[in-house]
């Protein structure tokens, strides 16, 4: 399996723009997560996803930031407009949802993103 | 509600000394914990996994830690230092059912020839 993928690797983009970031999990896996790392916040967790539909939604820092996943083999995150302090490395992993917790996250390579 | 505490976030050994990087969590049950590993600009792997079986548990790269409850510690281990395990080192716990991991902030492993 190819992993979970990410694109774009890099972003520079400047402030006030839109800014779309994709995730394509691994084939198979149910659940879907969306990160964000910071030097100052280290890894925060923004949403997450089983079977297509978000579930917690609670660390998704303010109303510029959505995301979608509209069908299990695709997600994205989007960023409008974007400020200066979205700059981070954007990390989406996917697992295998059985409902008993514990199950492994698989992470993909990361977003990095710098707001100019 | 649960959390993880990494007791150090940065630790300094040398090529063939032993790792230990250490991990306290909070839960009011039965946690999943983990370890994952980043090296610089890569994303996060699995290095190994507690799910309520044996408490030793063996991982990748001749890693493993120690689920002791009665201390609430996580502890990762190595009995040998090798150059390419600098990276960072995040402790992890699993909350609720719905596989949300909650991340540690992080060790910074260096290894000195």
């Known amino acids: 399996d190819a992993g979970v993928i990410q694109s774009p690797r890099h972003e520079v983009t400047e402030m006030g723009q839109e800014v779309t970031l994709r995730c394509k999990p691994i084939s198979g896996h149910n659940s879907l997560f969306w990160y964000r790392q910071t030097m100052m916040r280290g890894l925060e967790l923004l949403i997450y996803f089983n079977n297509n539909v978000p579930i917690d939604d609670s660390g998704m820092p303010e109303d510029r930031f959505s995301a979608k996943m509209p069908n299990a083999s695709f997600s994205t995150l989007k960023i409008q407009p974007s400020e200066p302090r979205d700059s981070a490395v954007y990390f989406c992993?996917?697992?295998?949802?059985?409902?008993?917790?514990?199950?492994?996250?698989?992470f993909g390579p990361g977003t990095r993103l710098l707001v100019l | 509600a649960q959390s993880v505490t990494q007791l150090d976030s940065h630790v300094s050994v040398s090529e063939g000394t032993p790792v230990l990087l250490r991990c306290n969590y909070s839960s009011s049950y039965s946690p999943s914990l983990f370890w994952y590993v980043q090296h610089p600009n890569k994303g996060l792997q699995l290095l190994l996994k507690?799910?309520?079986?044996?408490?030793l548990v063996k991982g990748i790269n001749g890693f493993e830690a120690e689920f002791k409850k009665s201390e609430t510690s996580f502890h990762l281990t190595k009995p040998s230092a090798h150059m390419s395990d600098a990276a960072e080192y995040f402790c992890?716990?699993?909350?609720?059912?719905?596989?949300?991991?909650?991340f540690g902030q992080g060790t910074e492993l260096s290894v000195k020839p």
């Open positions: 507690y799910t309520s079986a044996a408490t």
């Open positions: 992890v716990v699993s909350v609720g059912q719905g596989g949300k991991l909650i």
């Open positions: 992993a996917s697992s295998s949802y059985l409902g008993q917790g514990g199950e492994t996250q698989y």
